[in-house]
Every structure is written in structure tokens, then in C-alpha cells.
């Protein structure tokens, strides 16, 4: 049990130094755009302080930290190039503090006011006439 929880953590810690390593890949002109489009995406979702989907909702809360996020940073992973992916991770690791994304966080916001606008319109009572 006890190892478990220590390689549980380590991939932890792994996946936070992705992150911060996929942010670095979106800021890099070497990088192909697709791949700075993908990474930027799963850095600026990860890093940002909201999610889409908000934990206290049972299940479905947690489907994007344990599903979509990991799914996120494989494919964008995959798409930066081996050698520049370990350049970003040895970046990453000197860090100090993690950035943060408040491009993320405004993206979710807008979308969030985006669905709450659309449902108000949807469900508005009309007049018939």
C-alpha cells in the first residue's frame, strides 16, 4: 500500500512538471503550431485557478482532473518534439513556483457566462400571442 502511494505521488509531481513543461513548449517558436495550440490549451486549463466542470459536483467534478487533463497532456506531449519536450521539463524543474494561467481562467469565466447567457435566452418565458 505504502508504495503505491509513493509512486501515486511521483506521477503527481510528474504531471505538474508537464504541465509547467507544456506551458513553456506554447511560448517556443521551434515548436510546430499545432503542438503550441494544443499545449497552450492543456497548460492554460491546467494552470488556471477555475475549472470547467467544479469538484463539488458528484463524479462529473472530478472527470476533467482525472480524465480530461492526463488525456490533454499525452496528446499535447506527443505532438512537441522528444528533444525539445525533455529541454522544457529541464526548464521546468528549475522553476521555482508554478506560473499560473489567468488567460485560462478568463477562457473559463467567458465560457461559463457564455452557457449561463444561452440558457437564460433558451428558457426565458415568451409571450404567445
Known sequence: ?????????SRARAIKLDVVAL????????????AKFVAGMVAAYALSPIDL???FIPVLGYIDDLIIVPLGIILAIRLVPPR???EFR??????????????G???I????????ALSIWAFW????K
Do not use: G, N
Open 1 to 9: 500500500m505504502k508504495a503505491w502511494l509513493e509512486a501515486a505521488k
Open 105 to 107: 481562467m478568463f477562457f
Open 84 to 86: 525539445l519536450m525533455d
Open 109 to 116: 469565466v467567458a465560457l461559463w457566462l457564455a452557457l449561463a
Open 23 to 34: 506551458w513553456f513548449a506554447a511560448r517556443d517558436p521551434r515548436v510546430p503550431w499545432f
Open 53 to 55: 466542470i467544479p469538484d
Open 90 to 103: 529541464a526548464r521546468a524543474a528549475a522553476l521555482e513556483k508554478r506560473p499560473q494561467s489567468r488567460t
Open 125 to 128: 418565458p415568451t409571450r404567445a
